[in-house]
């Protein structure tokens, strides 16, 4: 301003640009990625005896109980996105028959070799059995079902496949040192981590698992990404009874990360989506058809 011969402060010369273009989870879908879908069950004694009606495993005749409606909320959702419809269904925290030994890692189907079950129908009657079958007992501990995905997980890296653990518990965790490890480790694995906390326990630590802070380290390591997302069951359960909605919410809000905890891993990786052969030419019908509503899936996630 106040020199007159003032032309500008420098110059910036671009020497290059490329465009990329961004992929979405949508893309990673349409090219056959598959969404391996995985249930971890608290069986601790915290829960209550499930003969009564105070306990957050009671098996009423009339309606479904808070670990029965996360499960079905959730899965209902993510079952659409894994072909085979087969999903691991876990428990932790039970002494088992016969010699009572506490496991932290059993299958609900009594299934050592497969703990697949059918459907999320095939999950909720493999959960009922369990608790007809085993000792609600303790610690909370999820390092081990953690553990259990991300072997699995490790196993295929690709871009192929991707794993959603889900894991709902009433309580406060037992061994925070060993998750926090099991989860900085699985950060760098094709998979994510749901965890609802059912009843009113205080649930500070899942707070800090969740990582939207502050990113969780173990041993001065930090997890390369956020793989974690966590919800309180009781911020929605509906006063009204209106069971349909509020599911619906709690649907929407733990699986709204996945897709960005997906294409982030793809990202770091380099995986692109994969293009799929197209579908052969049909010929055209000979009466008008009504085109079908779009498929709502897409947009719960």
């Known amino acids: ?11 910036v010369t671009l020497l290059s640009f490329a465009v990329e273009s961004e992929c979405t989870f949508l893309d990673y879908i349409k090219g056959g990625t ?20 105070t306990s957050l495993h009671y098996m009423s005749p009339y309606q479904l109980n808070a670990y029965a409606l996360a499960l079905t909320a959730v899965g209902e959702i993510i079952q659409h996105y894994d072909s085979d ?7 932790f925290g039970a002494k088992l028959p016969p010699d009572g030994r506490v496991s932290h890692e059993f299958p609900l189907n009594g299934n050592q070799e497969n703990p697949s079950c059918c459907g999320i129908d095939g999950i909720l009657e493999a959960y009922h059995h369990s608790l007809r079958t ?6 909370t501990n999820f390092a081990p079902v953690v553990t259990h995905v ?19 518990t009433d309580g406060v965790i037992s061994d925070m040192a060993q998750t926090k490890e099991a989860i900085v480790n699985a950060a760098k694995l094709p998979m994510s981590i749901i965890i609802i906390g059912v009843g009113q326990a205080e649930f500070d630590a899942m707070v800090e698992l969740d990582g939207d802070d502050v990113r969780i380290s173990s041993r001065g390591k930090l997890a390369e990404r956020d793989i974690v997302q966590f919800v309180p069951f009781r911020d929605y359960v509906d006063r009204t009874g209106n069971h349909v909605l509020s599911m619906a919410r709690l649907a929407r809000d733990v699986l709204a990360e996945i897709p960005d905890q997906l294409v982030s891993y793809m990202k770091a990786q380099g995986i692109r989506p994969r293009t799929l052969p197209a579908a052969p030419e049909r010929s055209p019908p000979q009466s008008p058809t009504r085109t079908p509503p779009a498929s709502p899936l897409h947009t719960h996630i």
């Open 85 to 91: 419809k087969m999903f691991p269904a876990l428990g």
């Open 34 to 53: 598959q969404i391996n879908f995985t249930v971890a069950i608290d069986f601790t004694a915290s829960n209550g005896n499930p003969s009564q009606s």
């Open 150 to 168: 991300a072997r699995n997980a490790a196993e295929v890296q690709d871009g192929s496949q991707y794993s959603v653990l889900l894991i709902i």
């Open 1 to 11: 301003m106040k020199k007159k011969k003032y032309v500008n402060s420098g110059t």
């Open 134 to 139: 085993v000792q609600l007992y303790g610690p």
